[in-house]
């Protein structure tokens, strides 16, 4: 399995998380409850970044040839 079809796995993944998070961040009752999904989020919004910074350097990457 190639890099690029790993990364765009975790694309899916981390997309999916940050949806389930933002879903769950509306319907929080609790104060601390919503502080907390809100903080998960930010961390998972930084890893998709990550993820993507990643995916751009390996598109834009000269062949080993």
């Known amino acids: 399995v190639s890099s690029f079809t790993n990364i765009k796995e975790m694309n899916m993944s981390i ?8 879903a769950e961040a509306r319907n ?3 104060r601390d409850e919503r502080r907390w999904i809100e903080e ?3 961390r ?5 970044e990550a ?3 990643e995916q751009e350097a390996l598109m834009s990457a ?3 040839f």
């Open 62 to 64: 000269e062949p080993p």
């Open 28 to 30: 929080a009752i609790c």
């Open 44 to 48: 998972a919004l930084a890893e998709r």
């Open 15 to 22: 997309d999916q998380h940050i949806e389930e998070l933002r």
């Open 40 to 42: 998960e989020l930010a």
């Open 51 to 53: 993820i993507w910074a």
